[in-house]
């Protein structure tokens, strides 16, 4: 309101000696403010949700206490936010409620087969809806995403059925791809691997793993010689030739072999019987002392 100052404080003194420091201002006419006003004056506004960003369904609703805890993706476009979400779709008709379907994407053929054909409607733009909600025709749940109850954050991350699922669906843009690999590569790190920082004032530096903490690494520089608390997504892991890791990405899942080489952040590994190249989000180490994919 015109002419006035508001300030949070415990105690009406607090507010007193706070406009003490104002010189203009009467220090006698203070006032609390009544809450039936608070909601006129206190005003947050959402932050701005980034294009191919993840976010995490709260999921406190019964209609998407299915989805609790998922991770899905939002699509901007001009004034309107899309979330896509993994369907949890029962796989027949009948299922008990409390049952929780697991995530795949949405084949229209298989919804028909299970449900009959009238239980699917074409919509708009190759979408398809079913038991009224809409899905891609890629098979994604596309959901209107201002005003869902869901978690944003840059330390939000998919979980691995989830992060192949997205990519089978063809929906990702190559830069998200490659963030989201980076950020599912740092989210690995732990104590004495080798690291390569990306960001901030120290890009470019080589350096190990002290402690991890929430969202951020202790990394120990060698070329400084000290110490920084640096944020995971400004770390990748720095895999050498000569490391033995194991590969956690489809197709070769569970295929152990060694780093024989690298070119612009894709991995050579051999063993015995293949020589095959991965991205370094797909690999783990097999000793404590080697870097994480």
């Known amino acids: 309101m015109p002419g006035r100052i508001y300030a949070e404080v415990s105690t009406i003194e607090e507010a007193r000696q706070l406009a003490k420091a104002i010189g203009d201002l009467n220090t006698q006419v203070l006032r609390p403010v009544p809450s039936e006003e608070l ?51 029962p796989a027949a008709p009948g299922l008990p409620s409390q049952d929780r379907p697991a995530q795949v994407l949405a084949q229209r053929q298989t919804i028909v087969a299970n449900f009959g054909p009238d239980a699917v409607c074409d919509g708009k733009n190759n979408t398809f809806s079913f038991q009224r909600r809409t899905y891609t025709d890629k098979g994604l749940l596309m959901v209107d995403y201002d005003g869902f109850d869901a978690i944003s954050g840059c330390n939000i991350l998919p979980s691995m059925l989830e992060w192949n699922l997205f990519k089978e669906s ?59 608390a640096i944020p995971q997504y400004q770390l990748r892991a720095d895999f050498r030739v000569g490391d033995e890791v194991k590969v956690v990405s489809p197709l070769h899942a569970g295929l152990i072999a060694r780093v024989v080489g690298e070119n612009n952040g894709r991995f050579k590994i051999i063993n015995l019987l293949k020589e095959i190249e991965v991205r370094a989000w797909g690999l783990f180490p097999i000793l404590a002392n080697l870097v994480i994919g």
């Open 39 to 89: 909601r006129h004056i206190l005003r947050v506004s959402a932050p701005a949700v980034k294009h191919q960003s993840w976010v995490r369904v709260r999921g406190v609703t019964k209609a998407w206490k299915h989805y609790r805890s998922d991770v899905g993706l939002v699509e901007t476009s001009g004034q309107k936010n899309i979330l896509l979400l993994v369907p949890r779709i």
């Open 170 to 228: 063809g929906i990702l843009e190559s830069n998200a791809i490659s963030q989201t690999e980076s950020a599912i590569l740092a989210s690995r790190l732990k104590p004495q691997d080798r690291v390569k920082i990306v960001g901030g004032s120290m890009q470019g530096l080589l350096g190990i793993v002290v402690e991890v903490c929430e969202g951020e690494c202790v990394v120990h520089i060698p070329s400084q010689d000290l110490s920084e």
